[in-house]
């Protein structure tokens, strides 16, 4: 048990009442079926939850939190349980996936590396006025994790997910986030860790297994309006439950002219799936998959607390480019063993691997860029055209790195770092060699040699102004040289 866990026991517990397990969930989730209910109008989703099951080898299970049998499913899979994970969503059907989200019944937020200080903090914030500095909305409840803290803002009203609203929720966690975690203030960790409205957490009543200490609740204020969140964000990250869609104001004859292909896909052939964008198409090379290993390469800058993000965005990845769903998972192995020399206070799990490839599904298609960034504090350089064609802008860049190279400037982006070219030295030296070992004989950092693992420098380079091109002699010009050099 740690001290900031001891010292923030004694703080919540000196104040705040402390709920049970069982009662925290039976408050959080008030309205789930009975055992034998079966509405097939989606009219009365359920919580679900993970639990490891220890007579099936550790296995983790799903099992839906039924309401006659709570009391007893509670003492049988949650209560001390070492790896037992709910969401503040419930669902129609039996997944907890995302596209099977209902509604919301709580907004949580994960906080990590909170000792005392920092509780204090958070505390000189919670409930002060909106328009002030890092002023936090009062959550309902407070839950001791272990190295951190769960804060839960549980709805007074469950929020309906439409899909606009899931997006908007999304903005709104992102922004509080932001505003909560603050290094040296609320965290002792200076990565902000951004998370889904789905992502699963800790359950009350069960054991943290690194530290061997009970995920403790304190009820710290009431339930909440989302009027009372929305007060707390930027205006545009709030959430307008009364706009759940965006319906189109043009007609359907102007639909047809300004969007033919639409037209005749959705109108007249009745597909109404989204649409996929055609990357593999647009790609210039022989590799259809190249923004997909393109993100395999940014494995090298992933830091503490974005390890797990870094493999959901690799299935989406994945998924947008057609990826078979075999080939990710062996991608995703490789890149597990690598990700376990990022230094970070929670471990990494194989459930890890298996949670972030549900992420290979439709409903995470279209994430977009800033989504990716904020998940994984990887920052992706954007396509800046200005409005030309990529040929028109190819030129226009060549032209202007000419007349750079004719005035003696320095031309930049025309070679890669030294490190990437040490890197490929050295593997060329030792084709059976392991990262670690490079990283003992370079002594160049771990992240850089993840990086440039698999990326041989360009045989392009610019060498005063000028191009160079490395190229490797075939075979038959080399057995041309030999026999020269007998004669």
Not at 236 to 241: A, C, G, L, M, S
Request: glycine share 6%.
């Amino acid at each position: 048990m740690t001290v900031d866990y001891q010292e923030c026991y004694a703080y919540l517990s000196a104040q705040f009442p402390e709920v049970g397990g069982y009662e925290f969930y039976q408050e959080l989730f008030p309205d789930n079926e009975n055992t034998g209910e079966l509405h097939t109008d989606f009219s009365h989703p359920n919580a679900i939850y993970l639990y490891r099951d220890e007579s099936a080898d550790g296995r983790v299970r799903r099992r839906i939190m039924l309401k006659d049998t709570w009391k007893q499913d509670y003492m049988d899979y949650v209560e001390s349980n070492t790896l037992t994970l709910c969401s503040g969503l419930v669902y129609r059907k039996r997944a907890n996936k995302l596209k099977n989200a209902q509604r919301m019944n709580a907004l949580i937020f994960d906080l990590d590396g909170v000792g005392l200080s920092e509780l204090r903090n958070l505390f000189l914030r919670f409930g002060g006025e909106p328009e002030r500095v890092r002023r936090l909305p009062m959550p309902t409840f407070i839950i001791l994790s272990g190295t951190g803290l769960h804060v839960y803002y549980v709805f007074r009203d469950p929020i309906d997910l439409y899909p606009n609203i899931k997006v908007q929720l999304k903005s709104l966690k992102y922004d509080l986030t932001f505003r909560m975690w603050e290094y040296k203030a609320t965290s002792k960790l200076q990565a902000i860790q951004y998370q889904s409205i789905n992502q699963c957490f800790r359950m009350v009543g069960s054991i943290n297994d690194k530290h061997g200490t009970r995920l403790v609740a304190f009820r710290t204020g009431e339930r909440v309006t989302l009027e009372y969140l929305n007060a707390y964000a930027k205006p545009e990250n709030r959430v307008d439950i009364n706009k759940p869609f965006s319906p189109s104001k043009m007609t359907l004859e102007e639909a047809k002219e300004a969007y033919p292909e639409w037209y005749e896909r959705v109108i007249v052939k009745g597909d109404k799936r989204r649409k996929q964008w055609d990357i593999a198409g647009k790609v210039h090379g022989k590799d259809p998959y190249a923004l997909y290993h393109w993100w395999l390469k940014q494995i090298g800058s992933i830091k503490g607390g974005h390890r797990y993000f870094f493999l959901m965005c690799l299935a989406i990845y994945a998924y947008k480019c057609g990826v078979p769903k075999k080939q990710l998972w062996q991608d995703m192995q490789i890149a597990f063993a690598d990700l376990q020399m990022v230094k970070h206070e929670n471990a990494l799990t194989e459930e890890d691997i298996k949670s972030a490839l549900e992420a290979y599904d439709k409903e995470y298609y279209n994430f977009t860029i800033s989504d990716i960034e904020a998940l994984t504090d990887v920052r992706i350089e954007k396509n800046k055209r200005n409005g030309r064609k990529q040929e028109q802008h190819l030129q226009y860049a060549r032209g202007i790195r000419e007349i750079k190279a004719n005035l003696g400037e320095t031309v930049s982006g025309g070679g890669r770092p030294l490190a990437q070219k040490r890197v490929f030295e050295w593997r060329k030296q030792h084709p059976q060699g392991k990262k670690a070992d490079c990283h003992r004989d370079t002594g160049l950092d771990p992240k850089t040699i993840r990086k440039w693992w698999d990326s041989p420098p360009s045989s392009a380079q610019f060498v005063d102004g000028n191009i160079t091109v490395t190229i490797s002699p075939s075979q038959e010009i080399n057995d041309f040289i030999v026999e020269g050099l007998k004669k």
